[in-house]
């Protein structure tokens, strides 16, 4: 079995920053890409950012400039510090990975982390 579980949300003032962080446990072979993805009340879930195992990264307009994925590939760990929030950013972020378990591939989600934005 593959857990994510997510860390690091909570309120913060506009212009403010957060830093979250995924970390994967379970017999796991090798994770391919992580990415974050976030979910407001009635919308569709939507990536926010995404970085392959090699490191290429990819960030959804709305954030490119301000938040950064990184990931360390030896704690099986994601992050995605946000910077210069805003009211739009808040939602309940999810952490997603790709993952290999000796030949069988599985696509995992954690639990979620809200992110408030408000004065």
């Known amino acids: 079995q593959v857990q994510l579980v997510e860390s690091g949300g909570g309120l913060v003032q506009p212009g403010g920053s957060l830093r979250l962080s995924c970390a994967a446990s379970?017999?796991?072979?090798?994770?391919?890409?992580m990415g974050w993805y976030r979910q407001t009340p009635g919308n569709k879930r939507e990536l926010v950012a995404a970085?392959?195992?090699?490191?290429?990264?990819n960030y959804a307009d709305s954030v490119e400039g301000r938040f950064t994925i990184s990931r360390d590939n030896a704690k099986n760990t994601a992050y995605l510090q946000m910077n210069s929030l805003q009211p739009e950013d808040a939602a309940v972020y999810y952490c997603n990975a790709d993952v290999s378990i000796t030949k069988i591939d599985l696509e995992v989600w954690g639990q979620g982390t809200l992110v408030t934005v408000a004065s």
């Open positions: 970085i392959t195992s090699d490191g290429s990264t």
């Open positions: 379970g017999s796991i072979s090798r994770i391919n890409t």
